[in-house]
């Protein structure tokens, strides 16, 4: 049998067996998460109802099929001969497989369609049901079908094929998802990606796959800090993901993009910003300096000696405020400018904290990711020099700017010259793309991640190139599909094959 080409799901997999409490017809458990991922797979999928079916389950199926681009086909036994033509028309036939997914509630039907030479599926069968035909599959949930359509391409395709389990929030997932980067058939490099959901057993779905990409951050219940120069003592994670680690931690040979402990230091902004301080191995005679910007740790913004210790950090104001813990938590991007030491006293900015330098940088900010040995940037509006702002915070009492950094930036006026997100489109002369190159390749070694983000600012009376900020697998959206997405399928693929050529040499010692 050839790869999976088409999905006929029958009306009695997606529909609950009962109304809800206003009458309305209403998805069983799991038909959104798989419509979701079918929607985006790039396989040819239909919702098939029979004649008999009411008004309003056929309005809430034809409803589904436009909002996830599926086809509706009507598919009684008496008229199976004509649906199935009617889908190969419609879908082509290459000699590649269909699939069609129903449940024990149409037996008869689904005899008709096996002869027919397509796989069948069934959902929930009763326990009177023999699970003894080796020409049909058999699944318990619909979560469990994304697991079974890569087993089937996986055997359908070559012996080199590397699995890619992922698990990430549903908005990040849909944000890949409809970019193309996970495909349940193979890629031309040769990964197929699984979907892994905590609603089946872990330990079952990483059976079948050689590599998990994850963004761990998503899943961060809470993070314990400590008031000492220690880093991080503590990240608390959800269920599925704790099980998830759980296993990584019993396979050390098991290739992650990448181990927690790798990602851990982009939780803190303090531990970046130690970290990043050994840039200076990169500066040389007559180019401008990449470097972090100064900082400094505070427990309490009440604490007497405050300004002296802004001084030694040589800090000076304004400063922008921001919580040590970076990610995972609800309030880790709630930030603020502070224009006079009295805008320390009751600030509204989680602690401990660290104070960083305000950088005046024409409101350009350069976003880099990197992708494995790859290496792209886009250019983003970004905040204004300290003298618009401190205009802007004179009007407001003096008081401080506070700000949610994932939802909107303080602005004094818009930024004439780009777009937001612009890829290479801004002939900025001042960036040293070689420069922060460099420092790309120097923190992929010193942090051992596989995919990562920074933002750069460029001072504007120095030239500093000036590292604000770092996180872990960002989505790279500015960037074009055409260049993002095989690079990041190369990344994934470069780290598998590291993974196992250090086994490999391990094992020969």
């Not at 002869?115 to 979560?143: C, F, H, P, Q, T």
């Not at 509204?348 to 409101?363: G, K, R």
């Not at 003298?387 to 949610?404: C, M, T, Y």
């Not at 909107?408 to 489109?425: I, R, W, Y």
Request: proline share 5%.
């Amino acid at each position: 049998m050839g790869a999976i080409a088409g999905i006929l799901l029958d009306s009695s997999v997606l529909l609950a067996s009962d109304d809800d409490s206003n009458g309305n017809a209403s998805l069983r458990p799991g038909a959104g998460y798989l419509l979701r991922r079918l929607h985006y797979s790039k396989i040819h999928t239909g919702i098939a109802y029979g004649l008999g079916l009411s008004a309003h389950k056929v309005e809430l199926l034809e409803s589904m099929a436009r909002q996830y681009s599926f086809d509706c086909f009507i598919l009684n036994a008496t008229t199976v001969e004509n649906t199935m033509n009617e889908i190969v028309q419609a879908w082509g036939d290459n000699g590649r497989s269909f699939l069609h997914v129903i449940s024990n509630k149409n037996i008869d039907l689904f005899l008709n369609i096996q002869n027919r030479g397509w796989m069948i599926v069934i959902l929930n069968v009763d326990s009177d049901i023999a699970r003894d035909n080796s020409s049909m599959l058999y699944i318990d949930k619909l979560e469990e079908l994304p697991l079974t359509i890569c087993r089937l391409n996986r055997k359908a395709s070559s012996n080199d094929i590397v699995t890619v389990g992922y698990v990430m929030k549903p908005s990040r997932e849909e944000d890949f998802a409809k970019r193309g980067a996970f495909p349940l058939y193979p890629t031309q490099n040769g990964l197929i990606f699984m979907p892994l959901t905590f609603e089946l057993t872990m330990s079952s779905q990483l059976q079948e796959v050689d590599i998990v990409l994850h963004k761990a951050t998503d899943e961060i219940v809470s993070v314990e800090m400590s008031n000492s120069s220690e880093f991080i003592n503590k990240v608390t994670y959800t269920r599925g993901m704790q099980e998830l680690a759980r296993f990584i931690e019993h396979q050390p040979n098991f290739c992650v993009i990448d181990p927690l402990n790798n990602i851990y230091p982009v939780l803190d902004r303090l531990k970046i910003q130690q970290i990043l301080l050994g840039l200076e191995t990169l500066k040389r005679e007559g180019r401008c300096e990449v470097r972090p910007p100064n900082f400094l740790k505070v427990d309490n913004f009440n604490e007497p000696n405050l300004v002296q210790r802004l001084s030694e950090a040589k800090l000076s104001l304004p400063c922008i405020v921001k919580p040590q813990v970076a990610c995972g938590v609800a309030d880790a991007h709630s930030m603020a400018i502070v224009f006079g030491v009295e805008n320390f006293e009751g600030l509204n900015v989680p602690l401990p904290a660290v104070v960083q330098e305000y950088v005046d940088h024409s409101s350009s900010l350069f976003k880099f990711y990197v992708l494995g040995e790859k290496v792209f940037y886009a250019v983003k509006k970004s905040t204004p020099n300290a003298d618009i702002l401190a205009k802007l915070s004179e009007r407001n009492g003096p008081k401080p700017l506070h700000f949610d950094s994932l939802k909107s930036l303080p602005t004094g006026a818009e930024n004439p010259h780009f777009g937001d997100g612009d890829f290479h489109k801004v002939n900025d002369q001042r960036l040293d793309v070689g420069l922060v190159t460099d420092a790309a390749s120097w923190l992929r070694r010193m942090l051992n991640l596989t995919i990562f983000g920074f933002d750069v600012v460029i001072q504007e009376r120095t030239g500093d190139h000036v590292i604000v900020d770092v996180n872990y697998l960002p989505s790279f959206k500015e960037v074009p599909d055409n260049d993002a997405i095989p690079a990041f399928w190369e990344a994934i693929k470069r780290k598998f094959e590291l993974t196992e050529t250090k086994q490999t040499t391990i094992a020969s010692s």
